[in-house]
Structure formats: C-alpha cells, structure tokens
C-alpha cells in the first residue's frame, strides 16, 4: 500500500507573521468555522492538512489563484501543511509544460508545497488495488456498455437509470476481466470498471458512476506502463485519503460529487477526509473554461497562454500584475458558498492600490509631439530631480535631463480646447513636471494633412521647481521627454478581452474585443528606462502603470500597460463632448 509519511508539525510563526502579503487581515469564512470546530472537537488530531490538486491540462487562470491562496493560506494560518498535487489521470490532454508552468505560478504568488508535491499516477498501484476490493466485496464490476451505451442506460433527473446488463457478473469474473484491462487486452472505449451503487439514485452521480476506462495512451510520467486510467471522481478521495488531508477544499460543482466521495471512502473502510465546497471565482469581461482559454490559444485569438490578454496567471504576470495584487484580490472577494460574479474593476483597483505604493514614476510619452522652448538656450542641458515614489520616501530621486527641445503627449495641446482644459493651448500656461512654466506662442503644421507636427513655446526662467521663486501657480501640470534624450519604445495598451460583461452561449467568440489590444511604436521614454528588466513595473506618470515585457530581449524596448490610472478628465471630457 502506498502511503505518505505525516510530517512532525514544526513551530511556525503567528498567522500575520507569516502570510505573504502579511499585511493583509485574517478573515473569517464558513470554511474556517468548519475548521475552527473540527480542531475544537480534536476531529483530526488537531491536524490541518490541505491541497491544491490542478489538472496539468492547460494553465493555471485567476480562479485557480483564489483556489491557490485559499488552500496554501489556510495551512499556512493553522500551522499545517498543504501539498500540491497533480491530477494527472488523462494522459491524453496532459503535458510537462503545463506541470512546469503550474509550478512556477504557485511559487510566484508566494506559495510553497515545503516538498510535498505528489501526483496521482505516484498511486496509480494502490488505487487499483483498491479498486480489486471493491470487486471482492461486490461492489464494483466490468462494464461492457458503449459510453453512448452509458449514457442512455443512465436515465434522466426525473427518469431512473437502468441496470447494465453486465452488472451482476460474478467477482471472479469482474476480477478476471479487471487484470485483463490492465494487460492491454481489449481496445479503447469496450470496456469500463464501474461502482455498483444505485441506478435509481436521484443523483445522477451515484448511477454506477465509471471507475476505470480503457486507454492505451503514453503518460508524460508512466509511459506505457498503463491501459487503463482511474476517472477525477475514483481517484480524487483516495489521494486525498493516501495523503491523510483533513478538509479538501473544492469549487462548488463538486458538491453533487460529495456523496459519491464519501461512498467510495466508506466502501472501502479508509481514512476519510472532508470535502468541502465554496464558490468558483466568476469574473466579468472574462472566461473561466479551460476548455474556452485553450480555444482562444488554438484558433489565434491570442498570442499563447500567457498574452497579456488572457486571465491566465502567467498572461497576468507578463500584463504586471504582482503577486501581492491578486493576493490582495483573493482577501478582499472571501469566500463563499453561492455563485456570484465579481466586476473586473475590482481586480484592477487590486492592482492599482499595490503599484501605487512600489512603482517607480518616470516620464514615457506615446504618442509624441515635438515641442520647441524658443528662449531656452541652444546647448544648455539642466538636470532636474524627480520624485521616483511620492508614496515611499526611501526610494529617493532620479535626474532627468532638461533641454530646449522636448517631447510631449500630443492629447495634451488642443488647438481648439473645450471647457475646463487645462493643458496647453494658442497663449495658455501649463507647467512642466519637475521643470518650468511654459506658454504655447505658436505652432506648425503639416500643410498637406492639417496634423500639427511642432509646438513653438517659451518658458519662464524663474519658475523652476523647487526654487522659492516658482511659486507662481498655474492650473495644468503636463509630462514630457528630452528629445536629445529620450529612448525609442514600444507601448501594447491592452484592454479587456471581451466587450460584453458576460460573454456566454455558444456565440461566446462573437464578443471578444477586437480593440484589447493597441500597438503604439515610437513612444520616447526617459533615459533611465534604457536598462529596465522584463517584468519590472512603471507607472508612466498621468497615463497608467506599464511593465517591461519579455520581447525587450530582443533589442526593442517593450511596455505592456497594465492598468490605467483613475481618470477623472475622461468623465469631463465626455460630459463636456
């Protein structure tokens, strides 16, 4: 019999202490109050042992992370253990890139299984050992039926299911035909071992539910060494029971499975964990399915699993979402037992309120329009000090270069501008970030488009910031780049993948956003983004939090924006339109 040996409890710090993220509140959930009373009654030992056990059939997406920060937070808080194990039971759809990728996800959110990582095929043996038990106590037999045949035999929710033909052949002969399965002797989809339960129970999962399938395919672990492979509902509970977990902890569409979960454990007489069911994260503007994000992969809607596009943790990642974000997430939506959906917008404040606090500000233009000083002189070049986080003294200044000619965004001069514009404009004043006041005295433009290609302006010389004559107030502050100094770039402003808050049905393809993604090249940046490193996150000041994408390594400097700044001028500038 395969077994797992219970590590001795170690002596771990307090709960806030320890949390990745520790400044995050402990909070109370009906989850935890189960807990709370099982410890009280000494129901397991005083034990606290979870798992996280993904299919390695795709990657992991936002929902798994709450999953993932549920169960690791909860061994975590109770000084206890929480594994991590695969469910690799369909060698068909599973592969090693998703094990790795699953890995890598977990440890990034700020998790670790402390070695305890297991996999369901490590008890391929005993799990069909047990299942020859159930055999000999007449509780389990060979199926010959069609899974079409199955289905029809498996009645309706107000119809009862009918018994298979084959139910009642003897154990000898189950026993005979099981080991035969195992062999290799008959061809996929002839034969399955079903539970011998009730065909007229009012869960249709308790209908002689299918154990064992035969499947001649290659796992990416055993290899050949397998024709026939266990289902998710066999062999869930009794990796759960192999690995002495006391409260497994899953999305609510598993609560029909319970009752089956039970049955098996007390068939068998073994040690019987908790299931435990809560709701499944549900996320407007997005999908969920696994099977629908691998659509979206195969048929090129995206650029692979981790498009900053996808909800996926490693498209959310490579977007710059931090770890602390969608922990921060996964605290402020709880836990609950009913379907609910969550607005995305509360996914983006996550975000936001973490980059406030530990993004560095830096001056990034994307859609540049040069501007000329007229009085500044010719060779001068000042050094001005800015601010890298108003919200973190300690991470100090940075220079940036000042000179005659400067970029800036081209939204921020209006040769006509509405009310309550406060930017530049024909004889308006705006000052520049870090800098001086300047006055918009004229422009040029493109005498075949009409576009406006230069701003001619002139500053005041006695307005520098930080000087104690600059005091002189106007209403606009604008961004801008040195032209002599400023670093070509490359901006991807990605926006939510669908354009309808819930895209369903089978039509669900019609509503993807074929504005999510924006290419802008030729942004200028300021010179100290010439050596940022992929995934370090910015916020552009005025235009949003941006992260280094991992195309930089190619020579280009890449930006994918990762949320935008609360903007309160697009609800003017629409009111006023």
């Known amino acids: 019999m395969t077994t797992i040996e219970k590590d001795k409890r170690p002596e771990r710090a307090t709960v806030s202490e320890v949390k990745p993220g520790g400044e995050l509140p402990e909070r109370k959930s009906f989850i935890r109050d189960i807990i709370d009373e099982d410890l009280k009654t000494n129901k397991y030992g005083g034990r606290v042992q979870t798992r996280f056990p993904p299919e390695p059939n795709g990657y992991l997406h936002i929902g798994h992370a709450k999953s993932i ?38 440890k990034w959110l700020g998790f670790d299984w402390d070695g305890r990582l297991f996999y369901a095929s490590d008890y391929f043996e005993q799990l069909y050992e047990y299942a020859a038990q159930l055999i000999k106590k007449g509780k389990a037999y060979v199926c010959d039926l069609t899974a079409d045949e199955v289905r029809k035999h498996r009645g309706t929710l107000t119809e009862p299911g009918k018994d298979s033909p084959y139910r009642n052949r003897s154990v000898e002969e189950n026993l005979d035909l099981f080991e035969r399965m195992r062999k290799g002797e008959f061809p996929d989809g002839t034969r399955t071992l079903r539970a011998k339960i009730n065909m007229a129970s009012p869960n249709l999962n308790m209908r002689d539910p299918v154990m064992y399938r035969v499947l001649h395919a290659s796992h990416h672990r055993t290899g050949e060494t397998w024709c026939v492979y266990p289902t998710y509902d066999w062999a ?11 409260h497994s902890v899953c999305t609510l569409e598993f609560a029909d499975h319970r009752p089956l979960y039970d049955w098996f454990l007390d068939a068998l007489g073994i040690y019987h964990p908790q299931q435990i069911e809560f709701a499944r994260l549900n996320l407007t503007y997005t999908v969920m399915s696994k099977r629908k994000l691998l659509q979206l992969v195969e048929e090129g809607f995206v650029n692979g699993w981790n498009d900053p596009r996808m909800p996926t943790i490693s498209g959310l990642r490579r977007r710059g979402y931090t770890p602390k974000s969608l922990r921060l997430f996964a ?25 406030n606090k530990r993004a560095r500000r830096v001056m990034a233009v994307l859609r540049p329009i040069r501007l000329v000083i007229e009085n500044y002189p010719e060779e001068v070049v000042e050094e001005l000090d800015a601010v890298n986080n108003p919200e973190d003294a300690s991470m100090g200044t940075r220079k940036l270069p000042f000179s005659k000619v400067l970029y800036i965004e081209r939204d921020d001069f209006r040769e006509d501008p509405p009310k309550k514009y406060f930017r530049l404009s024909p004889g308006a004043e705006v000052r520049l970030r870090y800098a001086y006041i300047i006055k918009c005295t004229g422009f040029k433009k493109d005498e075949k488009t009409g576009e406006i290609t230069e701003l001619q302006c002139t500053y005041d010389p006695e307005t520098r910031s930080g000087l104690p004559q600059s005091s002189r107030k106007v209403k606009g502050t604008i961004h801008w780049v040195s032209a002599q100094h400023a670093v070509d770039a490359e901006a991807r402003l990605y926006d939510r993948l669908f354009n309808i808050e819930g895209p369903g049905g089978e039509d669900w393809r019609d509503f993807i956003n074929s504005k999510a ?4 090249k030729g942004c200028k940046v300021e010179q100290n983004l010439q050596r940022a490193k992929p995934e370090e996150v910015f916020q552009f000041e005025r235009v949003g939090y941006f992260c280094v994408d991992e195309d930089s390594r190619k020579g280009n400097l890449v930006f994918n924006r990762s949320v935008t ?10 009111k006023d339109n």
């Not at 939506?333 to 609910?340: T, W």
Request: with cysteine; charged share 35%; aromatic share 6%.
């Open 69 to 106: 920060c549920l169960n690791f937070g909860l061994a975590r808080d109770y000084k206890g253990f929480c594994n991590l194990r695969f469910d690799d039971t369909n060698p068909t759809k599973e592969e090693m890139e998703y094990v790795e990728s699953i890995q890598r996800d977990v």
């Open 236 to 246: 869930h509970g009794q990796s759960d029971s192999i690995e002495q977990i006391t």
């Open 331 to 355: 605290d402020r939506i709880g836990v609950a037992r009913s379907e609910s959906t969550v607005d995305v917008a509360m996914l983006e404040d996550c975000l936001r309120d973490d980059l």
């Open 517 to 520: 993604l924006e290419v802008l």
């Open 565 to 574: 700044l609360r903007d309160t001028w697009a609800k003017i500038e629409k």
